[in-house]
């Protein structure tokens, strides 16, 4: 055999002190948690490895003790340069405390980055991040006071700006398929993504690193379709097989969902509908904004009922829903399913669902609403020593033709009801959502201007539209008062001119 057969804990050897590390997953799926328990186990015991460079693109983590939760010691880390940050609080606290150098920058522009370090590029040319907290004018994606280092330059070519991320040597891939066999060829058939399991084995091959992959099985040479195969055994050093099945489940919410892989079609009348509440309302308005043969991205986050929504509604086959964790077609699915899909037509490697992105190929996309500000931008990534992190959220918005924010007005003790099709406030959130100016920029709506995207926020009692001046007020939910619930409850006082009533049935069972 070409490569080793190890344990976890033997894999974890074969790290040294300063080695940088690459991960992949997206929340749970694909994630090789007997991979990093490993490694945690090695530096429990001995210490070793230490000042390692982790490096991951999606949030890879159950925001507990699973996924890169397992690798949040001091001392293991030095540097941390991830795609979103809020499933993973053990290695986010390392961050607010200064005990790591730490940056969060776009997850499909990681994926890019690791197809450049494959190819021996000495970056990754884009325009995504450019106006954001990515910009290095406005911090480069440094997430604390001890991280230094410019990750990403200004690079203004025909007169016009560019972010220029350079890309480094990864000595380590830390990966996971369903089956290996003798040869090392690696397939990923019951896994409900593929994610950039390629890219990375590609980036570390090439770095001169080592590929190591968690597997269920090893099959014998010759019996695995070559159509399957995802990670071919010429990239792969090492193979681990999973020792128990709680360490490799196709999601941290499901141990396996044949639908997720397109194994078996699952009739959608048995998708259970959203309960009803503010959430419920806000996906029903967002889905109004579908326009039939739309191609659409749900955000995570409240986004992710929009899908289950639009099924409800009977509305599944006006549109094609994707996600970026690479599904197309189907019903997304939330919480720690979230990046698969039921019945999805294809699924694609992250990195050339953010080629799409990227290029604009996406019609609408919905995403959260966590903070907005006067002149319409959006902060999701940061919230005093809170650090959630961007994840696809600047990919994503910053080249969708249509962008339509969804949150609540309030958050923390929102309580509401609905009568005859009108809704009532019965306790306010204590915490305010449109404030004067947001912590971080990670939607700039200078930019959405600029580019003449069209973009809405959607609360469940108002929904807002960007213009040049700010926000202005376009509908209103029936029962609601325009002065004490929408104006008091703003930093600020959006134009109101022409205003709409919400359309009745979003606020009946």
Known sequence: MPF????????ADLVSDGDTVVTDGFIGSCFPEELAIGLEERFQETGAPRDLTLVYCAGQGDAKSRGLNHLGHEGLLRRVIGGHWNLVPRIQALAVENKVEAYNLPQGVMCHMLRDIAAGRPGT?????????????????????????????????????????????????????????????????????????????????NSGGKVIVQVQQIVKAGTLDPRLVKIPGIYVDAIVVASKPEHHMQTFGTHYNPSFTGD???PLHRVAPLKFDERKIICRRAAMEIKKGSIVNLGIGLPEGIGTVANELGLSDNFILTVEAGTIGGVPQSGLDFGCSINPEAIIDQANQFDSYHGGGLDLAFLGLAEVDQSGNINVSKFGTRIPGAGGFIDITQNASTVVFCGTMTAKG?????????????????????????????????????????????????????????????????????????????AFKPKIGSVKLMDAWLFNE
């Open 4 to 11: 080793q057969i190890l344990t976890a804990r033997e894999a």
């Open 125 to 205: 040319l884009t325009h995504v991040g450019l106006k954001t907290f990515i910009d290095p004018r406005l911090g480069g994606g440094k997430l604390n006071d001890r991280t230094h280092e410019d990750l990403i330059d200004l690079m203004p070519i025909n007169g016009k700006d560019y972010l220029f991320y350079k890309t480094f040597p990864i000595q380590i891939a830390f990966l996971r398929g369903t089956y290996a066999d003798e040869n090392g060829n690696v397939t990923m058939q019951h896994e409900g993504l593929t994610v950039s399991m390629l890219s990375a084995a590609q980036a570390v091959r």
């Open 264 to 266: 078996v079609t699952i």
């Open 414 to 490: 929102l309580n509401i009801s609905t009568r005859n099709g009108a809704l009532q406030i019965e306790q306010e959130g204590s915490v305010m959502k449109f404030v004067t100016q947001v912590q971080q920029i990670t939607f700039s709506a200078e930019y959405a201007i600029e580019r003449g995207q069209r973009v809405l926020y959607i609360t469940e009692r108002a929904v807002f539209g960007l213009t040049p001046d700010g926000l202005e007020l376009l509908e209103i939910a029936p029962g609601i008062d325009l002065e004490k619930d929408v104006v008091r409850q703003m």
